[in-house]
Every structure is written in structure tokens, then in C-alpha cells.
């Protein structure tokens, strides 16, 4: 049974930072692409960054490139989302999520799925 499980989110003030992490268990982590998405309330989910299974480009959101960077650590079965320079409008729930190989933007696109973490960023 393959699980994601989000950490490290909370609340934090604007221009603060904070770093996610995902730890994945019961798929061969190596072989997967990682993205992190988000969902604020009432709104839609959100691409935020994405990592590919091997050496290659991340991809991010306009808005939160330059702030966010991705990385992973297969080793440890774990992708992480290092988040600064933060503002109010990042607050949401931040999900990770995994699909074979191919590095993707679209939701769709991801076979698993963690069950997501809190951001919240006060002005």
C-alpha cells in the first residue's frame, strides 16, 4: 500500500520560512516524480513545484519561483519543499504527490497522493 505523508507545515509570519517534507512508502521511490500542490479554501489545487525521478529539471509556479525550491532524497524516500519568503497569499493546504517517471504541472497526472499539510502565513 503506497502512502505519502506530509510534515512540517504551521503557522508562520510573512518573509518567514518553513520546510515540507514527504516520506513515501510501499512504491520505489527513485522510479517517481514528485510534485507538491496546494489548496487554499475555495479555490482549486494549485501546481506549486515539481522534481523529476532522475537528473533533470524542477518545475515551479510562477508564483513562488525564486521563493520555493524543491529537492528529494531517495535515500530516504523523501521530497522536500523549502519555502521562503513567504506571504499570506501561500497560505493552503500543501499536498505532495507521485507518479511514474515523467515530471508533470497537472494534477491529473499523479497516482498517489498525501493527505497534506497546513500553511498558514500571517501579514
Known amino acids: 500500500q503506497v502512502q505519502l505523508v506530509e510534515s512540517g507545515g504551521g503557522p508562520v509570519q510573512a518573509g518567514g520560512s518553513l520546510r515540507l517534507s514527504c516520506t513515501a512508502s510501499g512504491l520505489t521511490f527513485s522510479n517517481y516524480a514528485m510534485g507538491w500542490f496546494r489548496q487554499a479554501p475555495g479555490k482549486e489545487r494549485d501546481f506549486v513545484a515539481a522534481?523529476?525521478?532522475?537528473?533533470?529539471?524542477?518545475r515551479y509556479a510562477d508564483s513562488v519561483k525564486g521563493r520555493f525550491t524543491i529537492s528529494r532524497d531517495d535515500a530516504k524516500k523523501t521530497v522536500y519543499l523549502q519555502m521562503d519568503s513567504l506571504k499570506p497569499e501561500d497560505t493552503a493546504v500543501y499536498h505532495c504527490?507521485?507518479?511514474?517517471?515523467?515530471?508533470?504541472?497537472?494534477?491529473?497526472?499523479?497516482?498517489?497522493w498525501g493527505q497534506g499539510t497546513q500553511v498558514t502565513v500571517s501579514s
Open positions: 522534481i523529476p525521478w532522475s537528473d533533470g529539471v524542477a
Open positions: 504527490a507521485a507518479r511514474p517517471y515523467m515530471i508533470s504541472t497537472y494534477s491529473g497526472e499523479f497516482t498517489y
